[in-house]
Nanobody, 125 residues
Framework: QVQLVESGGGLVQAGESLRLSCAAS????????MGWFRQAPGKEREFVAA????????SYPDSVKGRFTISRDNAKNTVYLQMNSLKPEDTGVYYC??????????????????WGQGTQVTVSS
């Protein structure tokens, strides 16, 4: 069982940055591929970023590529999402997720085994 707790959300203006953190419980964090998803009101949860078990590979959708960076620190059982040049359309609840032995091809909700409770990100124009 893996428990995930996100933090770092908030209200920012367009063009500003935020760094989200996701702290994981359990001794086997390095066995899990990690991902970030977001969900805006009235919309489906969408893929934002994924990182491999060791952190050597990452993947992003075109909508955030070049602006967002996912990273992980396996010694601290934590995954991060650095978000730069934020836009109003980035607004939503951001969730981190864990997939046992998952990889950067894991871009769909159903592939992930554990989810955090989410953290709100609001970008004003």
């Amino acid at each position: 069982q893996v428990q995930l707790v996100e933090s770092g959300g908030g209200l920012v203006q367009a063009g500003e940055s935020l760094r989200l953190s996701c702290a994981a419980s359990g001794p086997t964090f390095s066995n899990y591929g990690m991902g970030w998803f977001r969900q805006a009101p009235g919309k489906e949860r969408e893929f934002v970023a994924a990182i491999s078990l060791t952190g050597g590979r990452t993947s992003y959708p075109d909508s955030v590529k070049g602006r967002f960076t996912i990273s992980r620190d396996n010694a601290k059982n934590t995954v991060y999402l650095q978000m730069n040049s934020l836009k109003p359309e980035d607004t939503g609840v951001y969730y981190c997720a864990a997939a046992r032995y998952g990889g950067t091809s894991y871009r769909t909700v159903s592939l992930y085994d554990y989810w955090g409770q989410g953290t709100q990100v609001t970008v004003s124009s």
